[in-house]
Structures are given as C-alpha cells and as structure tokens.
C-alpha cells in the first residue's frame, strides 16, 4: 500500500524559509516519479514542482528560482526547500506520485507566511 507523509510545515515570516519533506513507503521510490503541489484557501491545487528517477527537475513560474526539489532514494523520502518565502505561498502543500496510473497523495502538511 503507497504511503506519502509530509512534515516540516509551519509558521514562517516572510522572507523566511522552511524544508519540507516526504516520506514514502509501498512503492519502488528510486523509479518513481515525485511531485509537490500546494492548495491555498479558496483555490484549486496548483502544481509546485516534480522530480523524475534520473533527477531531472522541474518547477511552476511562481517558485522557480526560490524552491528546489530534491530526493533522497536511500530514505525514500523527497524534499521540497523554500526560500523567499511570500504570503503567496501559504497553502497546504501536498507529495504526489504516480503508481499504475493511480495519483497518491499525502495528507498534506500547513505552510503559513505570515509576519
């Protein structure tokens, strides 16, 4: 059974940073495909940024140049590092991959910028 567990979130002044990771279990990590996407209130889920097994990455306009993606395959765990961080970005930030076809979620973990 795929399992995605985010952590790291919190409250952060803007301007500030925060890491957030994912742990994954019940899938073949090292071959998988890895993504965080983010909600803020009010609006639709927006993708973030994605990782590929060969560590090619790639990134919506809105963090490029301020958040990277990174994975670890040794702890199946992807990471997501924020800097810069803006009110914009307050969301609750989800992982996601893909498994036959199957998106899997996370239950999500809290990022609020705020000063």
């Known amino acids: 059974q795929v399992q995605l567990v985010e952590s790291g979130g919190g409250l952060v002044q803007p301007g500030g940073s925060l890491r957030l990771s994912c742990a994954a279990s019940?899938?073949?990590?090292?071959?998988?495909?890895m993504g965080w996407y983010r909600q803020a209130p009010g609006k639709q889920r927006e993708w973030v940024a994605t990782?590929?097994?060969?560590?090619?990455?790639n990134y919506a306009d809105s963090v490029k140049g301020r958040f990277t993606i990174s994975r670890d395959n040794a702890k199946n765990t992807v990471y997501l590092q924020m800097n810069a961080l803006d009110s914009e970005d307050t969301a609750v930030y989800y992982c996601?991959?893909?498994?036959?076809?199957?998106?899997?979620w996370g239950q999500g973990t809290q990022v609020t910028v705020s000063s």
């Open positions: 996601n991959t893909v498994v036959e076809y199957r998106n899997y």
């Open positions: 019940g899938v073949r990590f090292n071959m998988n495909v």
């Open positions: 990782i590929t097994s060969h560590r090619f990455t």
